[in-house]
């Protein structure tokens, strides 16, 4: 569903019978006033999604979205979790740990100019003791 129809429920649109919701009312946003709708079809939504040039996405698919993008860009994976409400940050590198082998490279190059292209570290820090 999508999330004006799950606002626009009632429980008198329940069937309990056959275990259904029909969507019936829709609820919208429209200058910051919820308004009452009509329900959409799918093929409507994937009609302009098809007009625009974009491609279809759920609102859940932005989540990923994200997550994957702030793992590419360094975002440290505490901070992702935190941002996704994950309870732990081993939730999240389940999840998206798929986005971690493209970074390895980098993140190797990276230590490697710390270490040995200067970046503040001197060679006789690295071999002290």
């Known amino acids: 569903m ?4 799950l606002a626009g429920l009632r429980l008198a649109d329940a069937d309990l019978e056959t275990d259904r919701v029909p969507v019936r009312q829709p609820r919208v946003v429209v200058a910051n006033l919820p308004q009452l709708s009509e329900p959409k079809t799918a093929r409507v939504v994937e009609q302009h999604a098809r007009r625009a040039g ?16 702030a793992l590419a860009a360094g975002v440290p994976a505490k901070v992702i979790s935190e941002r996704l409400g994950h309870a732990t940050i081993a939730v999240t590198m389940v999840i ?10 980098a993140a190797a190059d990276a230590v490697a100019r710390l270490i040995l292209g200067g970046g503040g570290v001197s060679e006789a820090s690295v071999n002290k003791p």
């Open 2 to 5: 999508r999330r004006g129809e």
């Open 54 to 69: 974009l491609p279809m996405i759920r609102l859940h698919d932005l989540r990923h979205s994200y997550a994957s993008a």
């Open 96 to 105: 998206y740990s798929h986005v971690l082998p493209g970074l390895d490279r």
